[in-house]
C-alpha cells in the first residue's frame, strides 16, 4: 500500500503514531514503513530479554538516528502512559511476550505480564481519546487449524499458553471497542518471517545452523504445516487496518502460501546448494499441527493482499542472514 498521506478511518491524517514493541522483528519494519510515510514515530521499547538485545538494538539500525523517530526505553507496564500517548494520532501495538514453545512453566508470568496486563493498561489510557488502536494479534488464537482454510469466525482454542494470552489481548481489545471507548482492530498474524526475523523462530535457527554447517533442529515429522507471512505484508496490513478496519474487528493476516517444514528445509537445501543435515526432537509441546489463513474478509475489508511468495521471501530472508542485503525494503529512510 502507498497512501500518499496515511489516515484513520475518519480520513484524519496520522501525524504521529506510538509504536510498541519497535525494536523488535515486526515492529522495526512498521517504524520504518511509517517513517516513509512521513509520519513521526514514538518507538517504545523495554528490551525484554527474551533474546538478545543487540539484536533489537541493531534492528533500529535504519530508524535511530532519523529525525522523526524518538526511541523510548520504557516498560509499557510501568510507564506514564498519558506522557507517552499525548499528541498521538494512532497506536500500533506490537509489543509482547513471543513464542509458543516457551509459554509453559514458569515463564508464564511474563506471558501475563508483557500480554495481558501491559495490554489492559494501554487500552484504560487510551479509553475516550479517539486515538485508534492496531492490536497486534496471532493465528496461535485457533491453535489446531479448526478447518482449512481457517476464517475469523472459526472456533478458537489455542494450545501453547502463549496463544491463550494472546487471545485475552485480543478480547480485551474487542471489549474496550464494543463500549465506545477505543477503537481497536486485531490482526492475528499467521507466522511471520523475512529479514531480522526472531532468533527462536524456525527459519532464522534453520538458515543460522546450516550456514555454520550445524545440524538444524527438527521438531516432530516435519509434516506440521504453516501459512507463512512475509514481514512487509504484516506491515502493510497494520497501514491498511488502520485506514479501513472497523472498531472492534479482527482480520486473518497470512501470506497465501501453505507450506510443511518439511517443504520449507527443501526450499532453504535449494536457496543454501546443499544438504541440509537435520536432528530430530520429539513434537514441541504447543505446537500446532497446521495452520491456514482464509484471509478473504480482510481482503474485502481492508483491501489486504500478500505480495511476496514463499520462495521470494525465504530468498530475501537468507539474503539478509548472510549479509548480502541489510533489510526486506533495501530503499534508503528519507523525508
Ligand atoms: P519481538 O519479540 O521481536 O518484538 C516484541 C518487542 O516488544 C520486543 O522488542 C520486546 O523487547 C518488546 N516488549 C515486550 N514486552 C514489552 C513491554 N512490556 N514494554 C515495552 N516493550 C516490550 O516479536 P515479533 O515477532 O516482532 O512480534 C511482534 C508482535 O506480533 C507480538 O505481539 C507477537 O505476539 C505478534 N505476532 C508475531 C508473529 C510472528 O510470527 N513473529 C506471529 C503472530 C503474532
Ligand atoms: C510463530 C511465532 O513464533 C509466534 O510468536 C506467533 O504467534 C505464531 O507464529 C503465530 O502464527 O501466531 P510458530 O508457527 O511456532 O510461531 O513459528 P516458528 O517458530 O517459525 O515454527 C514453525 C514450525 O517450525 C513449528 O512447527 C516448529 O515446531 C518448527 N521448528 C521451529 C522446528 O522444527 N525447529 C526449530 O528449530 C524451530
Redesign the pocket.
Known amino acids: 500500500m502507498s497512501p500518499d498521506t496515511l489516515t484513520d478511518t475518519q480520513g484524519r491524517p496520522i501525524l504521529r503514531a506510538l509504536v ?2 519497535a ?5 522495526s519494519h512498521l517504524t520504518e514503513a511509517l517513517l516513509d510515510l512521513g509520519v513521526e514515530v514514538t518507538g ?5 530479554r ?2 538478545d538485545e543487540e539484536r ?1 538494538r541493531a534492528n533500529l539500525m535504519a530508524a535511530r538516528d532519523h529525525r522523526r523517530f524518538t526511541l523510548v526505553e ?4 510501568l510507564t506514564d502512559l498519558d506522557a507517552l500517548l499525548d499528541g498521538a494520532d494512532a497506536v500500533f501495538h ?5 513464542g509458543v514453545r516457551a509459554s509453559w512453566g514458569e515463564g508464564f508470568q511474563d506471558y501475563v505480564t ?1 500480554n495481558i496486563v ?1 495490554t489492559q493498561r494501554l487500552l484504560e489510557a487510551m479509553s475516550g481519546t479517539g486515538v485508534p488502536l492496531v492490536y ?5 488464537v485457533y491453535g489446531d487449524a479448526p478447518v482449512m482454510p481457517t476464517p475469523e469466525g472459526a472456533a478458537t482454542g489455542p494450545v501453547s499458553p502463549y496463544g491463550a494470552t ?1 487471545l485475552t489481548g485480543e478480547n480485551l481489545c474487542r471489549m474496550y471497542s464494543r463500549d465506545g471507548r477505543v477503537h481497536t482492530v486485531s490482526l492475528r ?1 499467521f ?2 518471517y523475512g529479514p531480522r526475523q ?1 532468533p527462536d ?1 524456525a527459519f532464522t535457527r534453520f538458515i543460522e545452523a546450516a550456514g555454520q554447517g550445524r545440524p538444524i533442529t527438527l521438531y516432530g515429522d516435519g509434516e506440521q504445516s504453516r501459512d507463512f507471512t512475509f514481514v512487509s505484508d504484516a506491515v502493510d496490513a497494520n497501514l491498511r487496518a488502520l485506514r479501513h478496519g472497523g472498531s472492534g474487528a479482527v482480520y486473518n493476516i497470512g501470506g497465501g502460501e501453505h507450506a510443511s517444514v518439511n517443504g520449507i528445509l527443501a526450499i532453504l537445501g535449494d536457496l543454501l546448494g546443499g544438504h541440509i543435515a537435520v536432528d530430530r526432537h520429539p513434537t514441541a509441546a504447543g505446537d500446532a499441527r497446521h495452520t491456514s489463513a482464509d484471509v478473504s474478509l480482510a481482503r474485502r475489508e481492508i483491501g489486504f493482499d500478500p505480495t511476496v511468495g514463499l520462495r521470494e521471501g525465504l530468498a530475501r530472508q537468507v539474503a539478509s542472514a548472510l549479509g548480502r542485503v541489510p533489510a526486506a525494503n533495501p530503499q534508503p529512510l528519507g523525508d
Open positions: 510498541t514493541g525494536a523488535g522483528f515486526i515492529g517504545l521499547d523495554c528490551f525484554t527474551y533474546y533489537k520504557e516498560d509499557l507496564g506490537l509489543a509482547a511476550q513471543p508483557n501491559a497486534s494479534s496471532s493465528s496461535s494472546k498474524y507466522t511471520v526472531r523462530m
